[in-house]
Every structure is written in structure tokens, then in C-alpha cells.
């Protein structure tokens, strides 16, 4: 029989690569579900470790369906990464540390508010990647500028997603909790003794 433990981490890691995989359907720009695994492995998760590596393995294993499935006729072979990968995974590193000091407890109110924080820091990593080495922004705080308000109609779909998706993994998860015990966390199974 599966410990309490494994079965808890097994849960996690399916509702997040099913999450992850939801990216494939189709959707408004940057309405993701990536920023709201990246706080819910924060929140979830009790080695930091865990926390970091399975909302980034989602996010690249989605990743190889969408370039290589999805986004073939782009790319001439099999794309294990795509060009500047390295700025989005660091914003999602970036949120699940964020999701740390937020989410220490969960509340509505923390996710809310932790869910507009990785909207904010997806939004200011992903631009400023978009804008270091790029031809089409000049290399000044004025072409870093231009292109932060050229990503502002994209911080729309950002937000809603970052706000729907943390709704229904941290809302989906704490309706499991409470329909089956055995996924509440080891103090909260005993306070309800």
C-alpha cells in the first residue's frame, strides 16, 4: 500500500501535468496555467527541491507536445527547447520562490494576491528577456520601456490565466483534501481528531 506521503506527491504531480497539458487547448495569448503550478508546487510541495523541479518538468514536457506536436511546421527537427526558454523558466523559479513567503499559509486572499505577484513577475522576466540582444528594441532604458508597453496587451491573458488556473488547482485540491483525508497534510488530519 502506498504511503500517506506518496500518495499525496502522486496527486500533486498528476493535477499539475494535467494543468500543464490544459496548454494545449486553445486559448487567449499568455492565458497559461504555468504561473499558477509554479505557486501551487510553492504552496504544496515539502521539499523546496520538489517545489522548483516538477511545476519546471510540466512546463517543459508541455513544451515538447506544443513545439513538436502542436507547432511542428515551425520548426525544422525535434525541438527539445525553445529559442529563449531560459527567461520564461527563470520567472517560473522566480514565482515559486515569491509562492514561498505568500503562500506559507493558504488562504483565498494569499492566492489572489500571490496569483497578481507571478502575473507581475512573468510579465517583467519575459519582457526583459524579450528585450536584452533584440533588433527590433534599441538597447536603452527607452527601447526596454517601449518594449515593456508592446507586452502590456499580452498582461491581460496573463492575469486571467494566472488568476482561473490558481482557482481551480488550489480550489480542485482543497475540495480533494476535504472529500479524502488521507490528502490533508499530517497536522491538519490530526487537529480534526
Same mark, same amino acid.
Given at each position: 500500500m502506498?504511503?500517506?506521503?506518496?500518495?499525496?506527491?502522486? /496527486? +500533486?504531480?498528476?493535477?499539475?501535468?494535467?494543468?500543464?497539458l490544459?496548454?494545449?487547448?486553445p486559448? =487567449? #495569448?499568455?492565458?497559461?496555467?504555468l504561473?499558477?503550478?509554479?505557486?501551487?508546487?510553492?504552496? #504544496?510541495?515539502?521539499?523546496?527541491?520538489?517545489a522548483?523541479? /516538477?511545476?519546471?518538468?510540466?512546463?517543459?514536457?508541455?513544451?515538447? $507536445?506544443?513545439?513538436?506536436?502542436m507547432? *511542428?511546421?515551425?520548426?525544422?527537427?525535434?525541438?527539445?527547447?525553445?529559442?529563449?526558454?531560459?527567461?520564461?523558466?527563470?520567472?517560473?523559479?522566480?514565482? *515559486?520562490m *515569491?509562492?514561498?513567503?505568500?503562500?506559507?499559509? $493558504?488562504s +483565498?486572499?494569499? $492566492?489572489?494576491g500571490? *496569483?497578481? /505577484?507571478s502575473?507581475?513577475?512573468?510579465?517583467?522576466?519575459?519582457?526583459?528577456?524579450?528585450?536584452?540582444?533584440?533588433?527590433?528594441?534599441?538597447?536603452t532604458?527607452?527601447g526596454? =520601456?517601449t518594449?515593456?508597453?508592446?507586452?502590456?496587451?499580452?498582461?491581460q491573458?496573463?492575469?486571467?490565466g494566472?488568476?482561473?488556473?490558481?482557482?481551480l488547482?488550489?480550489?480542485?485540491y482543497?475540495?480533494m483534501?476535504n472529500?479524502?483525508?488521507?490528502?490533508?497534510?499530517?497536522e491538519a488530519?490530526?487537529?480534526?481528531?
Open positions: 502506498l504511503s500517506k506521503k506518496v500518495l499525496q506527491y502522486f /496527486v +500533486l504531480i498528476a493535477i499539475i501535468l494535467l494543468a500543464a490544459s496548454r494545449v487547448i486559448h =487567449m #495569448h499568455n492565458f497559461s496555467p504561473g499558477a503550478i509554479a505557486l501551487f508546487g510553492a504552496a #504544496h510541495f515539502s521539499h523546496r527541491w520538489q522548483l523541479s /516538477v511545476p519546471i518538468a510540466a512546463t517543459w514536457l508541455s513544451d515538447l $507536445v506544443i513545439n513538436n506536436v507547432y *511542428a511546421r515551425f520548426y525544422p527537427e525535434f525541438t527539445w527547447f525553445s529559442t529563449g526558454f531560459y527567461w520564461t523558466y527563470v520567472s517560473y523559479v522566480l514565482i *515559486a *515569491a509562492g514561498w513567503g505568500l503562500l506559507r499559509r $493558504v +483565498l486572499g494569499r $492566492v489572489i500571490a *496569483a497578481g /505577484v502575473s507581475l513577475i512573468f510579465f517583467a522576466v519575459s519582457n526583459l528577456g524579450c528585450w536584452v540582444g533584440s533588433t527590433t528594441y534599441s538597447q532604458v527607452g526596454l =520601456m518594449c515593456y508597453a508592446a507586452g502590456v496587451p499580452f498582461l491573458g496573463t492575469v486571467l494566472d488568476l482561473f488556473y490558481s482557482a488547482l488550489f480550489g480542485g482543497h475540495a483534501q472529500r479524502w483525508t488521507v490528502l490533508k497534510p499530517a488530519t490530526i487537529a480534526h481528531r
